[in-house]
């Protein structure tokens, strides 16, 4: 029998995989993959890569990976074969940048081959492709936007940032738990308050959880940390013993969901601790919130992670590089510069700052009027050719 998503011999007929994909918890009419087994999950991707490569002309992508995977030509074959090749930026990014991945945030040795044959992928449907378009903007990446138009030489066409609107005061569907949250953020000072989540799709081992509880403990400062149900570790509270009745004067863990845009337009919140996720990015950004980085998972996370940090809007916590393992002490210590230590002035000003880029609906309006009439252009060309 074929392997799942790949045909056998000349037949056309493919052998299925039946990956469950569960309903968010406690949260708005979403699903997540979180749940789903590793094997399964990278079925799914590479089954969309596959339908891309057949059937689409255009393709969206985030502009960091975009750049750093480079053009077809090099993720068809190109210098970089080993997992360490990587780690460092690529030679096409002509302008100064450390982004890269770090060795841990790369598939494990005997993933590494299906990840060689998902860049191959890649490759063609960068090749196929007469547009690329992507979640970003001139005004925040430049030199990227620039570099791309070159290696590609099709159009690049940045569709903005597109950032979400605020929930109405009557919309009230989905945030079952803001009225308490609400009230909480209510008692604190104005920017005291730090947000933690880590997304839909991240799973943290127990070991790492207590470690970052441990840390966000030690920071001694007003916080809120969305905890969801985790796989890893079956029934099992994931949360250390003792830690909210510790934490109860100033902290508070959510299960499950939470209304993450209203929590982050409070005005008590004054950061966020993020896996990187970009539209977690853009949320934060849009309210000009600084950022403590905490890219947890085999992605283009930890590449968002050294841009922010390049941009100066946030620290990453520091890793072991190998293994990713970190301490109590670097996640407090990382805390506090990004919310109250004198170092980290400028980091706060600067995200500020870029609330008149990230919260920008005007400028995300014009950018997708642009993309509709650049989109129009092309389907009438080609309707004519």
Known sequence: MASPLQTSGNSSEFSLLNAEIKPVINGPKMQ?????????VAFVARALVIFAVKRVKAVALYVGISAFLGPASELLGGSRRQRED?????????????????????????DWM??????????KLFL????????????????????????????????GLLPPSMPSNEDRGDDPNWEALKKWLDSKKEKSVFYVALGSEVNLSKEFMHELAFGIEKSGLPFIWVVKNNPLVGDQDIIPTGFEERVSDRGLVVRGWAPQLRVLGHSSVGGFLTHCGWSSVIEALGFGLPLILFPVAISD?????????????GFEIERNNADG??????????????????????????????KEIFGN??????????????????SSSNDSS
């Open 86 to 110: 990587f780690t460092v930026p690529p030679v096409w990014m002509d302008y100064p940048n450390n982004i890269a991945f770090k060795l841990h945030e790369m598939a494990s040795p005997q």
């Open 128 to 159: 196929s492709c007469k547009i690329m378009t992507m979640r970003s903007c001139f005004e925040f990446e430049p030199d990227a936007l620039r570099m791309l138009k070159k290696i590609h030489q099709i159009p690049i066409v940045p569709i």
């Open 361 to 378: 609906v005007e400028l995300s309006n014009k950018y997708l009027e642009e993309f509709t009439k650049c989109i129009e252009e092309f």
């Open 114 to 123: 299906d990840s060689i044959s998902n860049f191959e992928r890649l490759g």
């Open 32 to 40: 997540a993959t979180n749940e789903t087994k590793h094997d399964q």
């Open 325 to 354: 393992s970190f301490t109590s002490e670097s996640v407090a210590e990382c805390i506090k510069r990004v919310m109250v230590d004198p170092e980290g002035e400028q980091i706060r000003q600067n995200a500020k700052a870029m």
């Open 301 to 313: 996370l930890g590449l968002i992670a050294r841009l922010m940090h390049d941009k100066r809007v």
